[in-house]
């Protein structure tokens, strides 16, 4: 999708490594989350960020840390993958604070945890 | 809790007929609700919202989506589907309590559009 992109687009990883995923965004809005897609529960909040160093939990953090260090790119750490991290992440950006209440998604990321 | 349920794994129609997705939401104040699409192997993309106004929201490619306050239902239609239609499609809603800036997804259905 234009104005955020998300890398890499698959990744094969063993099982107790860390993993890094990173969304990137040029559209300067100020939130931007990360969300897991799995059969059966649709996309679910890891964690989410409403500026610069500025981040909070979401519904299903546990294993997930992130970091903010700038208005364009939030990255996901997966501390020690395990299985039931095997998913399809996806970011998302939006500018609530302009009313601008919908998402803009990036294109995922599949990630399988070996 | 601010929620959104999705009634139906799956829809079924026949190319040409009517369709309609089913949504219904649970919310403690004004709702803002949502439409999204995915395609497959594709991201997901903004259809349509409600916010305020006409109950009758109409939104990309042909979809709109009727808000019914009183049966707290938010179900998107389209008068007549095309194959290409076939995806699977979230219905969303913002989660106010936590100062509106997080949006909650129903588990999503899947929508299949046959020639």
């Known amino acids: 999708d234009a104005g955020i992109t998300q890398s890499p687009r698959h990744k094969v990883t063993e099982t107790g490594t860390p993993v890094t995923l990173r969304c990137h965004q040029t559209e300067n809005h100020r939130y931007m989350y990360w969300y897991r897609q799995d059969p059966g529960h649709g996309l679910r909040l890891i964690h989410y960020s409403y500026g610069v160093k500025d981040t909070d939990k979401g519904e299903v953090s546990d294993g997930y840390s992130v970091s903010r260090s700038k208005t364009e790119d939030f990255l996901l750490t997966l501390e020690s993958a395990t299985s039931s991290q095997t998913s399809v992440y996806f970011c998302?950006?939006?500018?609530?604070?302009?009313?601008?209440?919908?998402?803009?998604f990036g294109s995922g990321t599949r990630l399988t945890v070996v | 809790a601010q929620s959104v349920a999705q009634p139906e794994d799956q829809v079924n129609v026949a190319e040409g007929n009517p369709l309609t997705v089913k949504c219904t939401y649970s919310v403690s104040g004004n709702p803002y609700l949502f439409w999204y699409v995915q395609y497959p192997n594709r991201g997901l993309q903004f259809l349509l919202k409600y916010i305020t106004g006409d109950n009758l929201v109409k939104g990309s490619y042909g979809f709109e989506a009727e808000f019914n306050k009183s049966q707290t239902s938010f179900h998107l239609k389209k008068p007549s589907a095309l194959v290409s239609d076939s995806a699977l499609y979230f219905c969303?809603?913002?989660?106010?309590?936590?100062?509106?800036?997080?949006?909650?997804f129903g588990a999503g259905t899947r929508l299949f559009v046959k020639a």
């Open positions: 998302a950006i939006s500018e609530p604070d302009r009313g601008n209440y919908g998402y803009t």
């Open positions: 969303a809603v913002r989660d106010i309590n936590t100062g509106g800036f997080k949006t909650i």
